[in-house]
């Protein structure tokens, strides 16, 4: 048996469930992403990242902060 695949699926299930969106109401997610010299990479990143949180149902905002050398 696949054993990460039930899991995989496991978890999809609770997050499409009402009772996981019911969780969610009033909770506000911030995300901190630490950046130096990749931008490429965050620009990938964040549009990824957020069109999953969205498809989730999740408040959130993102913070990119930039790393001193």
Do not use: K
């Amino acid at each position: 048996p696949d054993v990460d695949g039930r899991l995989v699926a496991e978890r999809q299930r609770w997050l499409d469930s009402d009772a996981w969106r019911r969780r969610q109401e009033g909770q506000h997610l911030a995300v901190l992403v630490p950046y130096r010299d990749r931008a490429d990479d965050l620009a990938e990143f964040v549009p990824a990242l957020s069109e999953h949180l969205e498809r989730l149902g999740v408040s959130f905002d993102v913070y990119v902060i930039e790393q001193q050398a």
